[in-house]
């Protein structure tokens, strides 16, 4: 059986790659595409939920975080609940390039897809899920 891991490299590599290409001349980075995709759908999340949904460490998460508030993409304020604790805002400057990073999203998965059936990638994406899922127990 062919290295798993191999394969993921070589995706990850891959779409690295293509998102620095397609977001040349920005101010975003590969990464801050993943971060913001996350905030897209939960703006005003808690810093270390990031941490926990991207299963980096929390000093990844605050610089990454740190970048991204002094390019004027996030806001970060204490939470009510507890002053030590950060949640993390969009700014006006990260929906201006919403549009951009949704269709770069949808791009790389036309590419990625490209001659899968609907079902192959339904069933790809559940086992990918579950492959996920079994690797983040590994840090629990």
Do not use: P
Request: with cysteine; proline share 0%; charged share 30%.
């Amino acid at each position: 059986m062919k290295n798993i891991a191999q394969d993921f490299g070589i995706i990850f590599r891959q779409l690295n790659i293509f998102l620095n290409r397609e977001l040349e001349g920005t101010e975003i980075s590969a990464s801050e595409t993943m971060y913001l995709g996350y905030l897209y759908q939960h703006d005003g999340v808690m810093q270390d939920d990031l941490v926990k949904a991207f299963s980096v460490d929390k000093a990844a998460v605050a610089r990454t975080v740190q970048a991204m508030e002094e390019k004027g993409f996030i806001t970060r304020k204490s939470d009510s609940n507890d002053k030590r604790a950060k949640r993390v805002f969009l700014a006006d400057k990260a929906f201006s390039c919403k549009q951009k990073i949704i269709q770069l999203q949808d791009k790389w998965h036309s590419i990625t897809s490209a001659g899968i059936s609907a079902e192959d990638s339904a069933t790809f994406e559940k086992v990918l899920n579950k492959i996920t899922e079994n690797a983040r127990s590994l840090s629990k």
